[in-house]
C-alpha cells in the first residue's frame, strides 16, 4: 500500500452521541490513517456521497440511539447501487449483542461494542482493509 | 481558621513524620502509584492536615445551610426536612407505553415525573419526516402533537406531581404542550412545578439536539424565562447542564467551568432583553454528573455552588439570595456503566449516588445496570430506584447537612476544583463568552483532549475500569433486555395522519401564519406557541416555521 489508510468516521441518524466517534477518529489518525469526519446527523445517503468523494477505503459508523438496525444496513445497500464493493463497514456503539449476527448478514463486517480498546479497531481495519 | 502557633506546631509535627515514619516505611514498602490523582487528574497528596485549609475563614467561605455562599447547601435543614427528589428519567415507545411507566414509577414510590422524548421529538421533526426514520420512540417518547402530550400525562394529576421534561432547542413547544394539558385537567398554569432543560448551549457543545443558530435559540430561551416569571412562577425555565459535558469526557472542573460559563451567557442574555435579574435568576437551575471519585465529586458540588453565589452577586449584582442560590439535579455518570459484568454498575451507582447527596443535590436519577445494553428494563429501573432508597433511609448520611465539611481534603478540593474552574470562566471571558468559545470550537476541543486522555489512560492501564481492563471474565451475551417495538414508528404515524384528517386545518394555517409573523419581529413568541399548540399543530410545523425564520445551526467540527 503506497498511501495512508482513508477512514471516513460518520454519524447516522439524529443521535448526538460523538464522544467515541471522535476518540476513534483521534486514534486512528494517530495511527497513521487520514479520517474525515461528518459530524452529527448524517442521512445514509450523505455518508455514501461523503464515501465516494473521499475516495476513503472504510466507513466506521457510530450510532448510540438504538437506530442501528435500520440505518447500518441502508448504508451498506447505499454502497452496493453506486458499485462501490471495495470499502470495509463497520460500526460501532450501544448494539445489543443479539443484533449483531443480523448486522453482519447486512454486510457490516464488525460490529465493536462498549469496552471496545481503540488499539483492537486500529488492527482490525490494518487487518481487513480491501485495498 | 486555625491558631497560628498551633499551625506551626502542626507543620513541625508533619515534617517529623514524614521523616521517621513515612520514609522509613516507603524505603521498604514504595507506594502503589509515583503520583495520586483523581478521577479528573487533579494532583492528591499523602495527607490533608490544617495546613492545607489555613487561609480558609468559615463565615467567608463555608458559612451556614441556606446563606450565601452556599457551600454547605441550599436549604437551612437540607434532608432532615426532606429528602431530594428521586426522579427516574423514563420515556420510551409511544405516548400509552410511557403513561405505563410513569404510573409505575409513582406506585414504586417515586415522587417526581422526568420525561425522555425521542431524537425527533427533540430535533423538532414529526415521526413521518424523512429524517425521524427508525429513530422514532428509541431513546424516548415520540410526541408529535398537543394529542400524544393528552395521553403522555393522562390520569396523572399535574397539580400533584413535578415534571421535568428533557427538551431544549423546542422546549418553548413541549411547555406550551404541557400547560395545556393542565388547563384540560383544570389545572391553572399558576401552580405547575417542574423544569424544562431548556440549555441549547451544552447542546452546540456535547449533546447534539441543536436546531437554530445561537441568536434565535437564546431568544427563544429568554422569551420563556419573562413568560414564565409572569405566568408560569412556580416553574424551572432552565437546567443548565454540566451533565452532558461530562458525558462528552470533560474533567471535573472543566464540568463546573463549562457549566457556569454557559449559566453566565444565559444571564447576560436575559439582561441584555431588559429583564431584571432577580425576576428571572430564582427559577435558573443546574444540572450535573455524579462519577466514581466520591470525594472530589463531593468538593465539586461544593465548589460550584459557591462560585455560582460569587457569580450572582459579584458579577450581576443580584439582591435575592435566591438568585445566588445554586440548586441541581443530579444523574449518576452513564458513561462510568460497562458492558462487561453488567450487575457491578450496581456498586458504581452507589458510590455515584453517594457522591451526589453528599454533595447536597435537590434531586437525583440513579441510572440502571443495563444502560451500556440497551434502555432499561423495568426490574433494572426499580433496583436503581431502590439505590436511591437505601441511601436514603439505610445509610445514616442523610442526617447531618454537608457532613463531609471541614475535611481538610474536602475543603481542600473544594478550593482547587473552585479556583480551576473560574480560570477557565476567566479564559472564556477573555474569548468573548460562552457563545464565542463554542462557535470557535475551543470548549469542544478542551472536552475532546480530556475524552481522549482519558481513553488512552485506560487502554495503558494506568486507569483501571473493573471488568474491562482488568478483572475480566468469559461472558454470555445479556439476553434480558428492553426493545422498542419497530410498530411504534408505523404507529405514531398513523396517529399524525389521522390527526391531520380530523383537526381544524384552517385553524393550523392561521395560528401558524401568525406565529411566522412574530418570529420576524421581537415579540416574545410564548403566546403564539400557545395558540399554535392548542390548536393542533405539530411539533414539526411549528419548528419548521420556526426553521424558515431563524435557520439553522451549523456544527463547528473540530477533531
Not at chain 1, 10 to 25: F, Q, S, T
Not at chain 2, 165 to 176: D, E, G, Q, R, Y
Not at chain 2, 180 to 185: C, G, L, N, R, S
Not at chain 2, 222 to 249: D, L, M, Q
Request: aromatic share 8%.
Amino acid at each position: 500500500m503506497d498511501r495512508p489508510i482513508r477512514v471516513l468516521v460518520a454519524k447516522p441518524g439524529l443521535d448526538g452521541h460523538d464522544r467515541g466517534a471522535k476518540v476513534i477518529a483521534r486514534a486512528l489518525r494517530d495511527a497513521g490513517m487520514e479520517v474525515i469526519y461528518t459530524g452529527l446527523r448524517q442521512t445514509p445517503e450523505q455518508i455514501v456521497q461523503a464515501a465516494i468523494q473521499e475516495d476513503v477505503d472504510v466507513v466506521a459508523m457510530s450510532i448510540l440511539s438504538g437506530a442501528h438496525n435500520h440505518l447500518f444496513p441502508k448504508v451498506v445497500n447505499l454502497l452496493r447501487e453506486e458499485g462501490v464493493d471495495d470499502v470495509l463497514v463497520i460500526g460501532g456503539g450501544v448494539i445489543p449483542e443479539d443484533d449483531i449476527p443480523k448486522l453482519k448478514e447486512a454486510g457490516i463486517e464488525e460490529i465493536f461494542t462498549p469496552g471496545t480498546s481503540t488499539k483492537d479497531v486500529v488492527e482490525y481495519i490494518k487487518r481487513n482493509v480491501k485495498r | 481558621m486555625f491558631d497560628k502557633n498551633k499551625l506551626e506546631e502542626i507543620r513541625l509535627e508533619k515534617q517529623n513524620w514524614t521523616k521517621n515514619n513515612v520514609e522509613k516505611t516507603i524505603s521498604r514498602f514504595p507506594e502503589r502509584k509515583e503520583s495520586f490523582k483523581t478521577g479528573s487528574n487533579l494532583e492528591v497528596k499523602r495527607l490533608y492536615t490544617p495546613d492545607d485549609i489555613e487561609d480558609l475563614d468559615y463565615n467567608e467561605k463555608l458559612g451556614f445551610p441556606g446563606q450565601y455562599p452556599f457551600t454547605r447547601g441550599v436549604q437551612p435543614t437540607m434532608y432532615r426536612g426532606r429528602l431530594w427528589t428521586m426522579r427516574q428519567y423514563a420515556g420510551f415507545a409511544t405516548a400509552e407505553e410511557s403513561n405505563k411507566r410513569y404510573k409505575y414509577l409513582l406506585e414504586q414510590g417515586q415522587t417526581g415525573l422526568s420525561v425522555a422524548f425521542d431524537l425527533p421529538t427533540q430535533i423538532g421533526y414529526d415521526s413521518d419526516h424523512p429524517l425521524s426514520e427508525g429513530e422514532v420512540g428509541k431513546v424516548g417518547v415520540a410526541i408529535d402533537s398537543l394529542k400524544d402530550m393528552e395521553i403522555l400525562f393522562d390520569g396523572i394529576p399535574l397539580d400533584k406531581v413535578s415534571t421535568s421534561m428533557t427538551i431544549n432547542a423546542p422546549a418553548s413547544v413541549l411547555l406550551a404542550m404541557y400547560i395545556a394539558v393542565a388547563e384540560k385537567q383544570g389545572v391553572p398554569k399558576g401552580s405547575l412545578r417542574g423544569t424544562i432543560q431548556n440549555d441549547i448551549l451544552k447542546e452546540y457543545i456535547a449533546r447534539g439536539t441543536y436546531i437554530f443558530p445561537p441568536k434565535a435559540s437564546m431568544r427563544l430561551i429568554t422569551n420563556i424565562f419573562e413568560y414564565c416569571s409572569k405566568e408560569v412562577p412556580k416553574w424551572n425555565t432552565i437546567s443548565i447542564s454540566g451533565y452532558h459535558i461530562r458525558e462528552a469526557g470533560a474533567t471535573a472542573v472543566q464540568e463546573v467551568a463549562f457549566t457556569l460559563a454557559d449559566g453566565i451567557a444565559y444571564v447576560e442574555a436575559a439582561i441584555e432583553a431588559g429583564l431584571d435579574v432577580d425576576d428571572f435568576a430564582p427559577r435558573l437551575s443546574f444540572f450535573f454528573n455524579a462519577h466514581n471519585d466520591l470525594l472530589e465529586e463531593v468538593a465539586k458540588f461544593r465548589a460550584a455552588r459557591r462560585l455560582w453565589a460569587r457569580i450572582m452577586k459579584e458579577r450581576f449584582h443580584a439582591k435575592s439570595e435566591k438568585s445566588m442560590m445554586l440548586k441541581f439535579h443530579t444523574q449518576t455518570a452513564g458513561s462510568t456503566l460497562t458492558a462487561q459484568q453488567p450487575d457491578n454498575n450496581i456498586v458504581r451507582v452507589t458510590i455515584q449516588t453517594l457522591a451526589a447527596v453528599l454533595g447536597g443535590t435537590q434531586s437525583l436519577h440513579t441510572n440502571s445496570r443495563d444502560e451500556a445494553l440497551a434502555l432499561p428494563t423495568e426490574e433494572s429501573v426499580r433496583i436503581a430506584l431502590r439505590t436511591q432508597q437505601i441511601v436514603a433511609y439505610e445509610s445514616g448520611v442523610t442526617e447531618t447537612i454537608d457532613p463531609l465539611a471541614g475535611s481538610y481534603y474536602i475543603e481542600s478540593l473544594t478550593n482547587k476544583i473552585e479556583e480551576e474552574a473560574m480560570n477557565y470562566i476567566k479564559k472564556i471571558d477573555e474569548l468573548g463568552g460562552a457563545i464565542r468559545a463554542i462557535e470557535s470550537g475551543y470548549i469542544q476541543k478542551e472536552i475532546q483532549d480530556a475524552a481522549y486522555n482519558y481513553q488512552m489512560e485506560i487502554e495503558s492501564g494506568k486507569r483501571i475500569v473493573v471488568g474491562v481492563n482488568k478483572f475480566q471474565i468469559e461472558e454470555e451475551g445479556h439476553k434480558d433486555i428492553l426493545r422498542v417495538d419497530p410498530e411504534v414508528e408505523r404507529l405514531q404515524r398513523e396517529k399524525l395522519k389521522a390527526l391531520k384528517e380530523e383537526r381544524n386545518n384552517k385553524l393550523v394555517e392561521d395560528v401558524l401564519m401568525k406565529l411566522k409573523e412574530k418570529a420576524n419581529t421581537s415579540e416574545n413568541l410564548m403566546p403564539y406557541i400557545l395558540d399554535a399548540v392548542k390548536a393542533y399543530a405539530t411539533l414539526g410545523e411549528i419548528c419548521g416555521v420556526l426553521r424558515e425564520v431563524f435557520g439553522e445551526y451549523e456544527q463547528s467540527i473540530i477533531l
